[in-house]
């Protein structure tokens, strides 16, 4: 063990030192294509364990480099130093009573912020594409914008205050007066030289214009000299100075932002020119007209997603050369969005276009027009060769030569071969990406990366005095190319500034000054072939953009990180290697705490569900005994079945013995408080009304209530008896199962093959389909549908009790505040809306925690890696005067139960109780 690493282990907990292979390696990964294994990685969760870290470090003469979310796409985020990690106790959020300002930490996601922000009617102004999963820390530091901020309201123009922590420990909160008097008589040096500064380019007029030339597009390349011409106190310059800083200057422990106006008037409108040059022509008038937004995407960005489910057809149909402009214009009402509107459709019919414009006001329309600009980059990373990368860039000219420059850029694309190569931005400020895939595997690939690179740049700096960095930040990917687009003295004073503030050289050397003209072209990332079990694993770009979505998010792994790992162990199979401890860890890390919730499927930008990957290398890793004995379950499952409710009664009298925390001591924490009592299936009584086939789900039939009344297919059964239903149980229930659980443990087959049989039954009993089929358990339902692909109607009963029956019940609303959970198969099939609604018809108070997506139970991961459910509802605090929950998958209410002492059952409960109530008081 190092030294440095045992003194990290002095001043944080033990589990909060990584060193681990494993992880190292995970977090050797952000979203570019680089790659540093940090020798170690640090949690910090406040400023004192920041300082820390800092002090060790550099007592042990190591590099520092601040980790958010890890979605910077151009290294920044990556170090063969220390890693600090930013921790929960780093994710804080102030906001002002009128909602005018924001205090953030620099861990709490942006979307998170907004979410807060929303009932204001107030949001940040930086937008950028990863904003549900980027950090603050990385938006200010990266100052990283997106479709609609433009230079208006990025982090370094909507900045109200900032609290930073220099290389010294020392920190400075620019909105507090002592703090700042007291950084002056501490460190008049460090201001006098950035006053110095700043002097030195008010005085020179032809670098001080250039510099206010340079921002007025969008520029994250270099540090933010704009500082040193739009502020004269050393201590504004030092604020705006470590927006874009990257982590190089000092640690952003809080900003403090002016939040921006959300409209909740929108309309968008596709609009289609007959090339780039008019198109872009077009986007010089529209910037003098109230749009928010205006995305360019060219032809070969149209054609990619052409194909895609939903798109307009013109897509398939459009001339070379055609190019398309998404427009989007917001309002605080209805009458002045459409005063914008008329505003804008008369600037665009001064254009040549292919067909007259419409814009559109329905969200669900815009969502379709949207979905065009989010599906480009995700077409071109689905349909790359497996051990490649996709590359996204980002730069930026003013917005008169867009045109030039793209059609500059598609010639490069020609003479380099990424004939795949496309281009969409945002036009509206002269700032396109494009995309390509590369392969870093070969040496004559890197080659001609290199080539097209030095090309791009020249072209850009040269001919159109352009942004090489627009949005993404420096990083180690531009950091070589700094100096070509500024310049020589002004590269000299950002090298000051580097020097003024970190004279050691400790904070994230190599990234934004680097003076190596290949640094781009080292500690690239390998993208080793890995989907030999799952195919789309290979898609994989490792954008990150999935994390927040994981139970097991500062547990274990991630899910980029369960497939960064596997790619390691596909790679060292494939050379003949041993999988060493990384294999041994992967076990437990990698598979044990993955919930297969899929709920990172939702998130991922080219469609990838780790769990699926995760099942599959169960599946493979099956013992011929463990395979027998699922095998055999799955052929008798009547009489497993039974003998689990066996056990489950012998747990129940266990737990009158010795009590139930005695018994979840001994059981490793499988036995949980409140665990349901075994009760007999319901019976239908009513043979009139309309048909409805109920299929009770293992779970239900498993896991019962305190007494049969309260089982859940005995509440399923009189609920739609009340709604006037006739329920029909189908025949041998008891030896049914939908494959769910054989399916989580990765036995394919199996599952299958108890899919085959269910849906047997079920078409007999639904007479083909003719009557609708109720599942009583989301996961159960979503295996079904899948699996069915609408052979057969196949009803949640979220979606079933929100469709069908409350339009034929009487509910009588509870007054106390209720819990809801929506778990993360009924989050799949996209029931949020429908579950709202249930529980607002049934409550006053309806309560769905923001901060839990998935309760990490998975199944049966709840019983034997009990640790996984309780990391995944740690936040999750139950309202005043609650006295329940409810969800509609019942091992999810067990791990739920069990974690809030409230009693969890399903959505059908509360109808029922409500039901019950509302017939009451009409008797009355």
Known sequence: MSALIDALRQRLPADRVIID??????????????????????????????????????????????????????????TDGVLVLLGEGLATCRIAPDGATVSVGPAIVGAEVNRRLAPLGRKIGPDPASINAAKIGGIAANNSSGMCCGTAQNSYRTLASLRVMLADGTVLDTADAASVAAFRAHHASLLDGLARLADAVRGDVALAERIRTKYKIKN????????????TDPIDILAHLMIGSEGTLGFIAEVTYHTVPEYAHKASALVFFPDMESACRAVVGL????????????????????????????????????????IETRAPDAPQLAARIAAVLAELNRHPLIEAPAFTTDPTEIERLWNVRKGTF????????????????????????LAAACLDLQKLFAKHGYFEAIIFGHALEGNVHFVFTQDFGIESEVARYAAFMDDVC???????????????????????????EWGTQAYGLMKEIKQLFDPEGLLNPGVIINDDPAAHLKHLKPMPAAGQLYAPVDRCIECGFCEPQCPSHGLTLLPRQRIVGWRELSRRDAAGEAPGQLGEDYLYMGLDTCATCGLCATACPVGIETGALTRAVRGEQLSGVARSLGSLAAKHFGATQALARTALKAGHLAEAVIGPKALSRLTGGAWKEGMPRPQPLGRATRSQGDKVVYFPTCAGRMFGADTPEHALSATVIRVLECAGYAPVVPEGVDALCCGQSFASKGMAAEADAKSAQLEA????????????????????????????????????????????????????????????????SARRMGFEGKFKQLAAACAEQPVL???????????????????????????????????GGYSSNQTCEIGLTNATGLPYRSIVHLLDECSAEAARIATC
Do not use: W
Not at 222 to 229: D, E, Q
Not at 378 to 401: F, H, L, N, Q
Not at 469 to 482: I, L
Not at 801 to 810: E, G, Q, S, T, V
């Open 458 to 484: 020249a072209m850009l700096v040269e001919k159109y005095d352009g942004s090489l960095k627009a949005e993404h930040g420096t990083g180690r990917n531009m950091a070589p190319f700094v100096e070509l």
């Open 761 to 824: 039954v079920l078409r007999k009993a639904s007479d083909n389909g003719k009557y609708p089929i109720v599942l009583d358990a989301s996961a159960c339902s979503l295996r079904m549908k899948t699996y069915l692909t609408e052979r057969l109607p196949v009803f949640d009963l979220v979606e079933f009790a929100h469709d069908a029956l409350l339009p034929r019940l009487m509910l009588q609303k509870k007054s106390d505040p209720v819990l809801i959970h929506l778990n993360c």
């Open 287 to 326: 910037k003098q007209q109230p749009v928010d937004a205006v995305e360019l995407l060219d032809r070969a960005s149209l054609r990619a997603v052409a194909d895609k489910p939903g798109m307009p057809p013109l897509l398939k149909t459009l001339a070379d050369g055609a190019t398309a402009l998404l």
């Open 21 to 78: 292979e494993l992880r190292r390696l995970a977090y050797g990964t952000d979203g570019s294509f680089y790659r540093l294994i940090p020798e170690v990685v640090a949690v910090a969760n406040d400023e004192a364990e920041v300082r820390d870290v800092i002090d060790l470090a550099r007592r042990h003469g190591r590099p520092v480099t601040f980790r958010a979310a890890g979605t910077s796409l151009c290294g920044q985020a990556v």
């Open 849 to 883: 925690p923001p901060e839990v997506k998935c309760c990490g139970f998975g199944g049966d991961r709840g019983f034997v890696v009990p640790e996984l459910n309780a990391h995944a509802l740690r936040k999750l605090e139950v309202p005043a005067g609650c006295c």
């Open 378 to 401: 995700p077409a071109v990373g689905a349909v790359r060769k497996p051990g490649t990368t996709v590359i996204i860039e980002d730069v930026a000219v003013a917005v008169p030569m």
């Open 220 to 231: 994250t390349t270099g540090y933010s000299l704009n500082a040193l011409v739009d502020f």
